[in-house]
């Protein structure tokens, strides 16, 4: 088994090639099946790394501003983790769980916190040169 910082680069390295490829990428089923173990082999194979693989791939789909493109998603649904974590944001009060995990939390920390994850799920998307059939 590689060491972390070994399966760290080899992971981001394959999503940073991911997102510069040309739009008429290879399946998108095969990209998440090359993905797969590279996630498993950084963050472990515990149960919730494997339920996570169950329900998120790369892969294309339309979000909720009817951006056709190329990202992390929910399997068989045209939701981005990107969209997730915009909601995520508009949530008006921190959530319990949230502050019982997290104390000193501030509510201007957790929005700036929701922020930058949102943006940084953005950076893993790619828009798609395809339209959406009307």
Same mark, same amino acid.
């Given at each position: 088994m590689k060491n972390r910082p070994s399966a760290q680069c080899e992971l981001l390295s394959n999503i940073l090639h991911l997102i510069n490829s040309q739009p008429e990428a290879p399946s998108f089923s095969k990209i998440s099946h090359r993905l797969s173990p590279l996630f498993l082999e950084f963050a472990s194979e515990t149960d919730d790394n494997v339920r996570c693989l169950e329900y998120i791939e790369y892969g294309k789909s339309f979000n909720q501003a009817n951006f056709q493109g190329?990202?992390?998603k929910l399997k068989g649904k045209d939701i981005f983790l990107?969209?997730?974590?915009n909601a995520l944001e508009d949530l008006e009060t921190l959530p319990e769980s949230v502050k019982n995990a997290l104390p000193t939390l501030t509510a201007e920390e957790w929005e700036a916190a929701t922020r930058m994850m949102t943006v940084l799920l953005? /950076? /893993?998307e790619r828009p798609l040169k395809t339209v959406k059939p009307v």
């Open positions: 190329a990202g992390f990107s969209d997730i974590m953005l /950076l /893993l």
